[in-house]
């Protein structure tokens, strides 16, 4: 059974950092493509970030391009998304997804190319 836990979320002044994890068990994690994605409340789940099988290639919802950073660890199957001078407009409840990729370049920014999603950790920028 493939599972997608996400963690780090949390309340922080605007201007602060966190850093969220997904850790990714029951699936080959260097086969997957692996994004994240975020949804306000009210509005439609959105791309945030996203990276190659093999960490090569990283894509980002032009807001956030400079402040977030996308990352990830085959070895320890998990997946990061650092996220810095955040600001009030990023709060959201943020998922990370998996996306089976037999191309190792490739990034996915649609929700539509992912297989698996986590059930969110959320994040709250205040003012």
């Known amino acids: 059974q493939v599972q997608l836990v996400e963690s780090g979320g949390g309340l922080v002044q605007a201007g602060g950092s966190l850093r969220l994890s997904c850790a990714a068990s029951?699936?080959?994690?260097?086969?997957?493509?692996m994004g994240w994605f975020r949804q306000a409340p009210g509005k439609e789940r959105r791309f945030v970030a996203a990276i190659s099988r093999i960490g090569g290639n990283t894509d980002y919802e032009d807001s956030v391009k400079g402040r977030f950073t996308i990352s990830r660890d085959n070895a320890k199957n998990t997946l990061y998304l650092q996220m810095n001078s955040l600001k009030p407009e990023d709060t959201a409840v943020y998922y990370c997804a998996a996306g089976y990729s037999a191309n190792h370049v490739v990034v996915r920014t649609s929700p539509d190319d992912y297989n698996y999603w986590g059930q969110g950790t959320q994040v709250t920028v205040s003012s």
């Open positions: 029951g699936l080959t994690f260097s086969m997957y493509a």
